[in-house]
């Protein structure tokens, strides 16, 4: 059994034995990874997946060289598979509670189709250089010394690289053409069911 | 910045993983094990995975940091809370040992009343090497107003009395001044002497006229 906040993963194989612990601790620490990543994805479901992973790996695990890895790939996959799954998803239901309750869902169409134009502007639009200042940033390298260090530049060619990469991405996200998901109204298709 | 990271999550997959260092690698890169010119920085922006279980890493590595700090910060109080009791009853004992020599002070500031009748005992000028009979000549270590009862034959008038170390009179502890009475053919002098700074020992009592300057000593025990 792993824990992460309240949720509890039944980590078993498909004889109902409990996981050797290298796949357990693999599996708990994708899962971590998903619920911190993905806020708002249903933690039922997440831990679902971490099991159904889990169970996956039981049944092969001379198989699998490096636990973590394929617990993350296999875990993040099933993330990817329900947001494809979900965007393209229709859904008849009523008024009311039912209504709001599907709204996300309705929602992640837009949101995908937003992200993957917004995905393809960001690799065309920005270098290899702007990309790599990017991914330096989200390590929390974000002194201009460190950019120097990591790309082999001056300070100060750093900190200019680092003000434009930043003015490249204001520059794709006001003319993206498609308005952010959460300030448009829900337009809902509804029909009675 | 979330919009940068999903961007970083999704738009490099890597099914093969081809080039990818290994997973202690991005480890020590989660856990800033690794200087910033470490090439593994860049290949997070070519690989999804990678940046993924990078991800991973650096959620857990700050999560027990967070947890470590917490204890820490706990430990402190504790230590503190410890540290405190422990200076408060160092404190407490301090003061309660001023409280104790401050009473003993003012107890051995309470003015004493002593008498010493020197009437009937033999005397000796300063310089002989004799000592003089004298009973019950003992002072305790604190202010004292004495009686002296001065010998057979004393005359009235002004009067030191000295407390010394010695029979010359130069180590005085205490001294005090008088005038000598005669009262029912005795002649005696009051004076005050604050003996507290005095340790307890063996002394000599003198007694001293203005008017002969002769001393007159005899042996004194202080409590």
Redesign the interface.
């Known amino acids: 059994m792993g824990t992460m906040g309240q949720t509890l993963l039944h980590l078993v194989d498909q004889r109902g034995q409990t996981l050797p612990a290298t796949i357990r601790v693999a599996v708990e620490a994708a899962h971590r990874w998903v619920r911190r990543e993905y806020p708002h994805l249903d933690d039922a479901v997440v831990a679902e997946w971490a099991e159904d992973v889990g169970r996956a790996m039981g049944a092969h695990p001379d198989d699998i060289r490096s636990p973590h890895r394929y617990a993350f790939a296999a875990l993040h996959g099933k993330v990817r598979e329900w947001f494809r799954r979900n965007a393209s998803k229709e859904i008849s239901v009523g008024i009311g509670s039912e209504l709001e309750r599907w709204v996300d869902i309705d929602l992640s169409a837009p949101r995908v189709m937003h992200q993957v134009v917004l995905f393809d502007q960001l690799k065309t639009k920005l270098s290899e250089r702007d990309r790599h200042i990017l991914v330096l940033l989200l390590q929390d390298q974000t002194s201009p010394a460190s950019v120097a260090a990591a790309l082999g530049l001056s300070y100060a060619a750093a900190a200019k690289a680092i003000q434009r990469v930043k003015e490249r991405i204001a520059a794709i996200l006001m003319g993206e053409p498609i308005a952010e998901p959460d300030q448009m109204s829900p337009h809902l298709c509804e029909s009675e069911s | 910045?979330d919009?940068?990271?999903?961007?970083?999550?999704?738009?490099n997959p890597n099914?093969e993983?081809i080039g990818c260092p290994e997973?202690r690698t991005l480890r020590a890169?989660a856990e800033?094990r690794l200087?910033?010119?470490?090439p593994a920085?860049?290949h997070?922006?070519?690989c999804s995975?990678c940046?993924?279980?990078?991800?991973?890493f650096?959620?857990?590595w700050e999560y027990s940091r967070k947890v470590r700090r917490r204890i820490i910060g706990r430990a402190a109080v504790a230590a503190s809370l410890i540290l405190a009791s422990g200076v408060g009853g160092w404190e407490y004992q301090r003061q309660r040992a001023e409280h104790d020599a401050a009473v003993q002070v003012a107890k051995s500031s309470v003015p004493v009343d002593a008498q010493v009748d020197l009437f009937n005992a033999g005397t000796l000028r300063g310089g002989d090497d004799g000592t003089n009979e004298l009973q019950q000549v003992s002072l305790p270590a604190s202010i004292v107003h004495l009686s002296v009862t001065l010998p057979r034959f004393s005359q009235s008038g002004r009067y030191e009395v000295l407390v010394s170390r010695d029979k010359a009179g130069s180590q005085v502890v205490a001294n005090g001044f008088g005038d000598a009475e005669e009262n029912s053919g005795k002649v005696g002098v009051k004076v005050t002497l604050d003996l507290r700074s005095a340790q307890s020992g063996a002394y000599f009592l003198a007694t001293v006229r203005d008017a002969d300057n002769g001393m007159y000593y005899y042996p004194l025990r202080i409590k």
Not at chain 2, 35 to 38: D, I, K, L, T, V
Not at chain 2, 51 to 56: K, L, V
């Open positions: 910045m919009l940068i990271k999903d961007f970083f999550l999704e738009a099914p993983r997973e890169l800033d200087p910033a010119s470490h920085r860049l997070l922006a070519s995975e940046f993924a279980e990078f991800r991973g650096r959620g857990d």
